[in-house]
């Protein structure tokens, strides 16, 4: 009952030329006429879950739909109906299958009374299967729209289900198509997309990272694909929204944590699996540096700017960045690069993991913190009398320990974990701040020559940090103190 898919849109460019292929395929056209279901406070869709009711050329299916614990792959029942009228929908058939009844119970509760029709979808699908080695792959042409009341939003997309054989198979069998058609990786699902619909919202939630469970009998190659999983859990639905131009600064925020989330687990745990791709690294970096800008600006608005308007700066404006040094963050996501390297990511995660190995989970972990740890001790040494770029990596370093302690957390006392990270947090806030204050220097320093009252601006940065360089100081003086969990 596990469906793996991945989805894809199709830029408009592209769309007649693909879906000109699937006619010179013989594609089989099937029509879908679906209804979704949710209580008015979307007990269903807060759980990122799914049921609905869908007529398939002359029969009706029932499909509930939830989250499994990897990316690629979703919980999913189907019940055929049958060929009837419009049915009314039936909680009753799931009394036969433990696990969705369990389900059901457990979000709805006595709310499964007030289930409504929150949207419908109509879709004219155009669909064909393939054998590429072992694998058989379901190749789908979506095309239609997502309706509630008077609101409609177009669908034209495509999928790649797998019915038989690896993931593996499935990925290498998909990376042409995007590098042809420039497909870009969407995993908004037509629920949720119907979802915001149905709330008269454009822009969906920004997904935030979530606690990892690692076991301590893990082999430490299955540890790191559950941490790049769980980091690509963070990093998927805030691109797919960057993607699709429907975004928030929040967004962009957590996306640049993701990434530096995956960055961090590569470069402290990447010797724990020899399917690590060395490239990757420089790819996510690269990746990572066309989303700055646009976070530096976003941060400095909302939180530098109201600093500067309430001290009485008489000129508080950003100044524009040229239009040749930035690339469009919704580009970046959807470009060719970007989608590989994700799809790569997704393939390693599913990879078979190593059967033995002679390091111990915990106590490679608890190696691999201690160095980290003993540098950024090192570093508060000696913090004042470091030049800018080595506090830039004393920041790197603090926020690198922060994010494998996330990871590996769940192999300690959560007790002693919040008291590290609670002496570990002020440290990172100040460095913040003063990185912040560094990028808004550079950024004014241009101003100056055409405005002359933009050296308040600058005066008042220089002080801030000064103030902000010594309370990092001590900070890091504090932490250095700390003791260490593991």
């Given amino acids: 009952m596990l469906e793996v898919e991945l989805k894809f849109q199709i830029p408009l460019s592209h769309q007649k030329q693909i879906h000109q292929l699937f006619l010179s395929k013989n594609a089989r056209p099937i029509s879908l006429s679906a209804q979704y279901y949710d209580t008015p406070e979307r007990h269903l869709a ?26 690629l792959e979703r919980f999913e029942l189907e019940v055929d109906l049958g060929e009837v009228d419009q049915p009314e929908l039936d909680l009753k058939i799931y009394h036969a299958y433990p696990e969705a009844k369990n389900l059901l119970q457990q979000v709805l509760g006595k709310q499964v009374k007030n289930l409504i029709k929150q949207f419908e979808t ?23 729209e997502i309706r509630h009341n008077n609101q409609t939003q177009v669908i034209y997309e495509i999928e790649f289900e797998l019915k038989q054989g690896s993931i593996q198979d499935l990925i290498k069998f998909i990376q042409p198509w995007v590098k042809q058609y420039h497909l870009w990786l969407d995993v908004r699902s037509k629920a949720q997309r119907g979802d915001l619909l149905a709330q008269n919202l454009k822009i969906s939630p920004a997904q935030f990272a979530s606690p990892l469970q690692l076991n301590q009998k893990d082999c430490i190659d299955s540890a790191l694909k559950q941490i790049v999983n769980n980091a690509l859990h963070h990093f998927l639905p805030n691109a797919s ?3 699709s131009e429907y975004y928030s600064s929040e967004h962009v925020h957590q996306t640049r944590v993701a990434i530096r989330r995956l960055r961090s687990a590569l470069r402290v745990f990447g010797d724990w699996s020899t399917d690590v791709d060395p490239d990757w690294q420089a790819q996510l970096t690269s990746l990572f540096r066309q989303l700055g800008s646009t976070r530096d600006r976003d941060a400095l608005s909302e939180g530098l700017l109201p600093q500067l308007e309430a001290a009485g700066a008489p000129f508080v404006q950003l100044p524009n960045l040229p239009e040749e040094n930035s690339i469009p963050i919704d580009t970046s996501l959807r470009s060719v690069d970007s989608v590989h390297l994700l799809l790569a990511l997704l393939q390693f995660v599913h990879q078979p993991g190593a059967k033995k190995q002679k390091t111990t989970l915990k106590k490679d972990s608890a190696k691999k913190l201690q160095k980290l740890h003993q540098q950024i001790c090192k570093d508060a040494d000696q913090f004042l009398e470091l030049d800018i770029e080595s506090r830039h990596r004393t920041r790197k370093r603090v926020k690198r320990l922060r994010y494998c302690i996330e990871f590996i957390a769940s192999l300690y006392p959560s007790k002693d974990v919040k008291n590290y990270l ?24 241009d101003i100056v020559k055409r405005k002359q009252k933009a050296w308040f601006i600058l005066g008042w940065i220089a002080n801030e940090k000064k103030y902000t360089l010594q309370q990092a100081q001590e900070h890091l003086d504090t932490f250095s103190k700390t003791e260490t969990f593991w």
């Fill in 46 to 71: 807060q759980h990122n879950i799914s049921l609905r009711q869908r007529l398939e050329d002359s029969h009706w299916i029932q499909t509930l739909k939830a989250p499994s614990s990897h990316n």
């Fill in 241 to 243: 929204a960057i993607a």
């Fill in 422 to 445: 609670k002496g570990l947090k002020p440290a990172q806030e100040s460095l913040g701040h003063y990185n912040d204050l560094n990028v808004a220097e550079a950024m004014f320093q």
């Fill in 122 to 144: 109509d879709v004219e699908r155009l669909v064909y299967v393939i054998h590429y080695n072992c694998a058989e792959i379901e190749v789908s042409l979506d095309r239609g």
